[in-house]
């Protein structure tokens, strides 16, 4: 390949959350036992290194000395319509239908704030993002959860029914849709978008579709904006990216919405400029443009093949080895979502227990608890294979076959 997704990086007083945070408390995974160095399998960012191009563009602003106010360069727009023209199929995009957004969830209360009064229910499927779960109660709305279903072949369906139900009997209005889905890790097909999208039109909701993971889709798998399965899906979806997912830039900050609808993108920026702290950072400007490069499309492209052959050999080996725990195969992001009650049922143990054992190995998964899974871990696979292959050895010695 040509881009290096194999060094092992040392991110340890680097800034890093993901191994600065251990043994703080809150969200974060105990610090291991002495002997032990940590795998960061918690946080959703990536242990790979950043693409050159971002570090070139950052670099040759940061030699410019001056860092006042400024406006988005015209190649901030031109850099994201090319990239969902070429990446995505999207015909039509324009400037005006883009807009800076401090983050996917900023965007998200933005929405709900010009639609919705607090109190008010949000049809939002379970498992769910712990951070829609967290600005939704935070900002005084009621989510109203709708179960996410495995079918026969462990795949993850949407229930059409339930939600009906849901939107009918409590006079839903407002809906957030996950694609590809955060932590199951579901690449919706078009027909299944088409159908949710049919029931929204119907109830009248106002869809946040939030797709800042939309470029990791792993081999075989296609992502299909939510926007662009029907005219009336492009009028009433907020649909929110960001590069941090894709290029490991959430230190930088910055998201964007596109939003065609002229009324719906005036209430949107209406309520997120009544903060006067959704303002763009230059250099986060030019990360994206530098991460929109030609370079970006092949790294991309390297990208999701690697993370596709982690997924595959984490998914084989989970089914081969950890006897009463499963996962369904994602098809999209770097996040296995892993269902230990059968093994916790059988041996007396509790998700705690898992946990605890895993982080005093250095296993640094997260509770799966946070998302709506009652005896689960979500676990990020965005590290070189010998790490993952690593963690997957001290899970089997010290905890599943202990």
Not at 39 to 59: C, K
Not at 129 to 149: Q, V, W
């Amino acid at each position: 390949m040509k881009y290096d997704f194999t060094s092992i990086l040392e991110r340890r007083g680097q800034d890093a959350l993901a191994l600065d945070a251990l043994g703080t408390g809150s969200m974060a995974p105990a610090a291991p036992e002495e002997g032990f160095d940590p795998i960061p399998m918690w946080v959703a960012d990536m242990n790979f290194p950043v693409l050159p191009t971002i570090q070139e563009h950052i670099i040759a602003r940061t030699q410019q000395p001056h860092f006042g106010y400024f406006s988005p360069r015209d190649e901030y727009f031109s850099s994201i319509i090319r990239w969902h023209e070429q990446r995505n199929g999207v015909a039509g995009l324009k400037p005006e239908h883009i807009g800076y957004e401090n983050g996917v969830l900023g965007g998200l209360i933005s929405t709900l704030n010009a639609f919705m009064a607090p109190g008010d229910a949000v049809l939002v499927h379970t498992p769910t993002y712990i951070g829609f779960t967290k600005s939704i109660t935070n900002a005084g709305f009621r989510m109203e959860l709708s179960p996410l279903k495995l079918d026969e072949q462990g795949v993850w369906r949407m229930d059409f029914d339930d939600m009906e139900r849901r939107l009918a009997e409590q006079r839903i209005h407002a809906a957030v849709f996950c694609s590809p889905h955060n932590p199951c890790g579901r690449v919706w097909e078009r027909w299944e978008i088409e159908r949710a999208m049919e029931l929204f039109a119907k109830y009248d909701c106002v869809v946040v579709s939030d797709e800042i993971w939309s470029d990791i889709i792993l081999p075989g798998h296609t992502h299909t904006p939510t926007q662009s399965v029907s005219d009336d899906a492009r009028a009433r979806t907020v649909a929110l990216y960001a590069p941090s997912k894709t290029f490991n830039l959430a230190g930088l900050v910055g998201s964007y919405h596109i939003i065609y609808n002229d009324y719906l993108r005036d209430r949107v920026t209406a309520q997120a400029s009544k903060c006067h702290y959704n303002d763009m950072n230059v250099l986060s400007m030019h990360a994206l443009i530098g991460a929109y490069q030609p370079e970006g499309y092949e790294w991309v492209d390297e990208l999701c093949r690697v993370l596709g052959q982690n997924v595959d050999w984490a998914c084989r080996s989970i089914a081969e080895h950890f006897d009463g725990v499963t996962c369904a195969h994602p098809e999209g992001t770097y996040m296995l979502f892993v269902d230990c009650t059968e093994w916790c049922a059988r041996h007396g143990r509790s998700i705690d227990w898992v946990e605890q054992q895993a982080w005093r190995v250095g296993v640094d998964v997260q509770d799966g608890r946070m998302f709506h899974g009652p005896c689960h871990l979500r676990m990020n696979l965005a590290l070189p294979l010998a790490r993952v292959q690593e963690a997957f050895e001290r899970l089997s010695t010290y905890v599943f076959n202990a």
